[in-house]
């Protein structure tokens, strides 16, 4: 600022200078900048501005980084264990509940009817016979050749053969061979001459036994292929994606890439941890640590996320204990719980051993208490903090004192909301109210 006396009056300039650090690479947009300023010669009041600019930024070099680099996980597969388990509530984990025993109870019946009827001579099917044998290779002919029951069984037996194909003598023949079976069959005279209708059968059987069945083999061809046909898809066209972004250095547009994939698909660990990853990169602790936490409850195990865990440690003692993550997700202790249920009542099915019985219902117990531990851990109304000495008010508005400052990625468990500020504590005395804005709910 330059201050000089001109005409009598205090006059000067004053000069504004903005130090501009780019976080990634691309093309921005600087926006307008705009001073408002009293005009003494016009008595009004004006505003100076400067227009729009746009600004290349180009990628940086960082052959040694600060810190060490997270590498990106390439999977998308959603943790189906928790949205299996939540599909089935409840006639699911009913019918798992009630279904061993059920089948436990039938299986005893059973066993009982069967012990009841050892004594019990088996009873033997009588042989078929010749002409038994016959007539069956009959009705699997005339079945293979007229698939409608109704037309091979009715009046239209005759009429349904020559569609098929067959000559209408041999079909009218089939028609009144099929009737004398029937009479011979349930008439009054029983099965009549035996050995004639068996020589009759015979030849009917020659005749018939070319099997039909080429043009359904070709309709069958032609579903498939158009099936094939339907599958293929044309190629969408390919853009910049988030791991090349994330390569080029051009963190922002990356970090925005991962967020939209990570709200299109919320149970997918890999997008909270590239997320995560990004964010760490640029900077931003706090907001990393809300991005793996997601991951974390979604895929505990994964070595990436615990690699996450070794590079942004939680600040402080009391945030680490709310951020602690289990060996498994609730949903994975559930089906846990639910295989071994099944287990035990199996084996008290085939009466095992009494050790072994007593060994599944302690593991079936402990599933079952580190799903609930592993659920309320989770559910537990948890806020990250996104910036560094974030101040913990006493009152819910900017002008209150702060009664403590808290690190970026410190966890706190929130009470309630007010408008746009939350009240928050933890175990280690940290009480107040924070802004929304302030904090990430995970």
């Not at 109704?150 to 009144?176: I, N, Y």
């Not at 099944?342 to 072994?356: D, E, F, K, P």
């Not at 403590?404 to 933890?426: N, Q």
Request: aromatic content about 6%; hydrophobic content about 50%.
């Amino acid at each position: 600022m330059r201050i000089a006396p001109r005409d009598g009056r205090i006059a000067g300039t004053k000069v504004f200078h903005y130090l501009v650090m780019p976080d990634s690479a691309g093309s921005f947009i600087l926006p307008e900048v705009r001073y408002p300023y009293y005009d003494l010669a016009t008595g009004d009041y004006r505003a100076a501005t400067i227009a729009p600019r746009a600004l290349a930024v180009a990628p940086g070099i960082e052959p040694h980084p600060a810190r060490a680099l997270p590498p990106l996980a390439r999977g998308n597969a959603p943790a189906w264990a928790d949205d299996l388990a939540r599909d089935l509530v409840p006639w699911g984990w009913l019918l798992l509940l009630l279904g061993p025993l059920l089948l436990v109870w039938l299986r005893r019946r059973r066993e009982t009817a069967t012990d009841a009827a050892a004594s019990a001579p088996p009873a033997t099917a009588a042989p078929l016979t010749r002409l038994g044998q016959l007539e069956r290779q009959f009705q699997a002919v005339l079945a293979n050749h007229v698939p409608d029951q109704p037309a091979r069984d009715g009046d239209g037996l005759a009429r349904a053969l020559r569609a098929t194909g067959v000559e209408s003598a041999v079909a009218e023949h089939v028609k009144r061979l099929r009737d004398r079976l029937r009479a011979s069959r349930y008439g009054p005279r029983g099965l009549g001459d035996a050995v004639e209708l068996a020589a009759e059968l015979e030849q009917v059987l020659q005749v018939l036994g070319a099997e039909p069945g080429g043009k359904g083999r070709r309709v069958v061809a032609a579903i498939a292929l158009m099936a094939l046909v339907g599958l293929a898809r044309p190629t969408a066209a390919q853009t910049v994606s988030a791991e090349a972004l994330y390569d080029a250095g051009a963190l922002r547009a990356a970090a925005d890439s991962f967020a939209a994939r990570a709200a299109a698909a919320p149970r997918v660990p890999a997008h909270w941890y590239n997320l995560g990853a990004t964010l760490y990169r640029a900077g931003a602790d706090g907001k990393a640590m809300a991005a793996w936490t997601r991951a974390g409850r979604l895929a505990p195990r994964d070595a990436f996320v615990r690699r996450a865990r070794e590079l942004l440690p939680p600040p402080d003692a009391a945030s680490e204990a709310l951020l602690t993550m289990g060996l498994a997700t609730p949903g994975e202790w559930a089906l846990a719980a639910g295989l071994c249920w099944i287990a035990l009542w199996t084996a008290v099915a085939a009466r095992r051993r009494r050790s072994v019985v007593l060994t599944l219902a302690l593991a079936t117990v402990a599933a079952v208490a580190l799903a609930a531990r592993e659920g309320l851990r989770q559910a537990q109304p948890l806020a990250i903090v996104l910036n560094a000495g974030t101040p913990v008010r006493v009152a819910p508005y900017g002008g209150a004192s702060p009664a403590s400052m808290v690190e970026a990625g410190a966890a706190l468990l929130v009470e309630r909301r007010y408008g746009a500020w939350l009240e928050v504590h933890r175990q280690d005395g940290v009480r107040g109210w924070v802004l929304a804005a302030e904090v990430s709910r995970p």
